[in-house]
């Protein structure tokens, strides 16, 4: 269902009918990427976070976690199973869905095709940090019901409460330009969103008050910062989820 | 085959098990007993490298914690609720489990056979009865021919028909030199051990031969008799004379009598009245551990 929905908020009607009657500028494959990024990134998490928080614990509920443990198969080769397989299934939806919806919609050129890999790759990173993150919460949750529910908080958290444009003026006032730069780090959706729109060349409305504040701040070193803090995210959710498996007993 | 030395399991300030030391012989089929909560499954995901525990545990000389994949490779475990993918098809399951321990396909197909349910191989796992699920975890627990066994509860959720597949089961694994481990609580199992070890509050209580533990408590058999109606009081004043918990249910009298006095009873009886039926039920340790951990009379 996941992957229809994707699918139709990727494919974007509106600019199908536009396509149709020809009446789009030169450049809006670059506009529309940019805005794509801004509405459908918020919406990433979603696929991720319920998908890898109840996967554990809803094994260890029913007694197959510890059951697949009795067999010869590490802790760790279980979990890598687990995420990469996770991982594979997630990452092939955000792929297919910007892939085909550009293919279809967008009618681009295989060359152009680079730069819808933009978001198709940036989404899969906050894909991959996402489902880190969702694992940590399925190890450390008692129950299904539990971890579901600490999946969705996690990502109004992470969309809705943390929507730094109101808030980064805020915090801009109250303390400095870099605390902003601490809150967009902190918060992977942000940073990928920022990431992906800087790539795809994005200009100030597509970036808002906070990518105003990281360029002004970083400077040229902006894309890479955000590249790097979002590959720390998600090495060091998944090391982390990892660890507390392999810290707690399945059982 | 199996060493538990000083094995210590702590959930917070709760001690499951306490300083459990135990051997288990090649060959050798060994009971683990003792009443819920007593740390019998506790102890078996501890050989398993389930949880972490002090102490050590080794199976045939590997480390279950520092090899815990070449301990596990030689150990085939059916554990009390056998849970699997219940969105797979038996064949789908069996398939992911032997490549987990390297088997072959074909394996799979000899093992399903075993237990009868190769003709299931199509069926979703969720829609299989407890039993056949049980079947399908011994199947599985026999990939690679594991030289050590471990069943936890075997027969607690399988009818009168699969605990006697069940006991058939045993004798074929123990004449082909199988180490076996088997948790219960239920009785009908002790003729087929060598060992019985009596768990309590995490403690070892009692281990031994099932025939000298019984020893050890002054098991009690029951002898029912079933007498003429005129031969019904000197049967009584007979059996009374033996135990003085004689009781009549039915046209029967129910003489709970010491092992060691039980065939003097019985002949007894037999030269002093109409015997019409007589039913002996013999002690079985999974009885009578309640004795050993001081929880029965």
């Given at each position: ?7 139709l908020l990727?494919?974007n ?8 009657v020809?009446?789009l500028?030169p450049?809006y494959l ?12 918020p ?9 890898g928080a ?9 007694g197959?976690?510890?059951y697949m ?5 590490s ?22 869905g910007?892939?085909i919806a ?9 060359e ?9 790759v940036?989404?899969?990173?906050l894909?991959?940090i996402?489902l880190?993150l ?12 539990t971890?579901l529910?600490?999946?969705?908080f996690?990502?109004?958290l ?7 444009g109101?808030?980064?003026?805020v915090?801009?006032l109250?303390?400095?330009?870099f ?8 918060n992977?959706?942000?940073t990928a969103?920022?990431l ?7 200009g100030?409305n ?8 990281i360029?002004n701040?970083l400077?040229?070193?902006a894309?890479f910062?955000?590249s790097?803090?979002l ?5 060091g959710?998944?090391a982390?989820?990892?660890?507390l ?6 059982v | 085959?199996?060493?538990i030395?000083?094995l210590t ?5 709760f001690?499951?098990l ?8 090649d060959?050798?089929?060994?009971l ?5 909560g007593?740390?019998k499954t506790t102890?078996i ?6 949880v ?16 815990n994949k ?5 150990v085939?475990?059916v554990?009390?609720e056998?849970s699997?993918y219940?969105?797979m098809e038996?064949l789908?399951?069996s398939y992911l489990i032997?490549e987990l321990?390297g088997?072959?396909r074909?394996e ?6 075993q ?5 299931a ?11 056949m699920?049980?079947r399908?975890?011994?199947?599985l627990a026999l990939?690679g ?9 075997p ?8 605990q ?5 089961l045993l ?11 088997i948790?219960?609580?239920l009785?009908?199992?002790d003729?087929h051990a060598?060992?019985a070890v009596v768990l ?5 209580m009692?281990r031994?031969?099932p ?11 029951t002898?029912?008799?079933r007498?003429?109606e ?6 009584k004043?007979i059996?009374e004379g ?5 009781m ?8 709970p ?5 039980k065939?003097?009873l019985?002949k007894?009886i037999?030269n002093g ?6 039913l002996?039920?013999?002690?079985t340790?999974?009885?009578?551990y309640l004795k ?6």
């Open positions: 269902m996941f992957t229809a929905v994707f699918f990727a494919i009607i509106p600019i199908l009918v536009l396509i149709f020809r009446y500028p450049n670059d506009v529309y990427l940019t805005y794509l990024i801004t509405l459908s990134f919406f990433l998490p979603l696929l991720a976070l319920p998908m109840v996967s554990i614990v809803d094994e260890r509920e029913s197959v976690l510890q443990l009795s067999n010869p198969v802790r760790m080769e279980f979990f890598l199973g687990r995420y990469l397989g996770l991982l594979l299934s997630t990452s092939a939806i955000i792929v297919l910007y892939g550009a293919g279809i919609s967008y009618n681009v050129s295989a152009r095709y680079l730069q819808v890999s933009i978001p198709m940036v989404g899969s990173l894909n991959a996402m880190g969702a694992l940590m919460i399925s190890v450390i949750s008692k129950r299904k019901a971890a529910g600490i999946a969705i996690s990502w109004f992470f969309t809705v409460l943390s929507n730094l109101l808030l980064s003026i915090v801009s109250a303390f400095s330009q605390s902003v730069v601490g809150l967009v780090l902190l992977p959706t942000e969103r920022l992906a729109v800087m790539l795809t060349g994005g100030i597509e970036l808002g008050t906070t990518g105003l504040v360029q701040l400077g040229q070193n894309a910062i955000l790097e803090t590959l720390c995210w998600a090495f959710a998944t982390v989820s990892f660890l498996f392999n810290r707690r007993d399945p | 085959m199996l060493k030395e000083n399991k702590r959930y917070g300030k001690t499951a306490d300083q459990v030391s135990m051997e288990l012989e060959k050798s089929t060994t683990l007993l003792g009443p819920n007593a740390g102890l995901r501890c050989v398993m490298g389930l972490y525990f002090e102490g050590k545990i080794a199976v045939d000389g590997q480390d279950v914690i520092h090899n070449a301990a596990k490779s030689m085939g475990y554990p009390q056998s699997f219940d969105n038996v789908d399951q032997a321990k088997r072959s074909e799979v197909k000899e093992r399903l056979g237990v009868n349910l190769w003709d191989r199509n069926k979703r796992v969720g829609s299989l009865s407890s039993g699920k049980q399908l975890g011994i199947a990939l021919d594991p030289p050590l066994m471990i069943f936890d509860e027969t607690s959720n399988i009818d009168l028909r699969g006697l597949e069940f006991e058939n004798t074929d694994l123990s004449s082909q030199g199988k180490t076996l481990l948790a219960t609580h009785s009908g199992l003729e060598q060992q309590d509050k995490g403690k070892l009692a031994g031969q025939g000298e533990l019984l020893k050890r408590i002054n098991a009690i058999d002898i029912y008799v007498v003429s005129d031969s019904m009081a000197t049967a004043e059996a033996y135990s003085n918990e004689v009549t249910r039915g046209g029967w009298l129910l003489i009598v010491q092992v060691s006095a065939a003097s019985a007894a037999l009245c109409n015997v019409l039926d007589i002996i039920q013999p002690a340790i999974e009885s009578q050993l951990i001081g929880g029965g009379n």
